[in-house]
């Protein structure tokens, strides 16, 4: 695939975005509180939310490498939560966020 770089060397696929479903002992415990606060402090746009199924999504952008440090945190979580699987997709952000917040 050929991209095409600015000056800077930056381009626009520099951002990606992860799209996660958490599963196992994820609501109740601060799980969705937890994500926020470690995407915030990673720079990591988005969003967290509760499933009706009982799973947490995550929808984060931002550099790859950022994104699989927050995803390897994810797969931890709070001590409260216990993480049984973490199905993830990788796409191309189609939607603007800004900061990262909880949805309800």
Known sequence: MMVCMNQSGRNNSDREELHAVVHGRVQ???FRYFVVERALALGLRGFARNSNSGDVEVVA??????????L???RQGPSSAHVTEVTTTW???TEHFSGFHVRW
């Open 28 to 30: 109740g415990v601060g």
């Open 91 to 93: 796409r191309q952000p």
């Open 61 to 70: 952008q931002g550099p790859h490498p950022t994104l699989e440090r927050l």
């Open 72 to 74: 390897s945190l994810i």
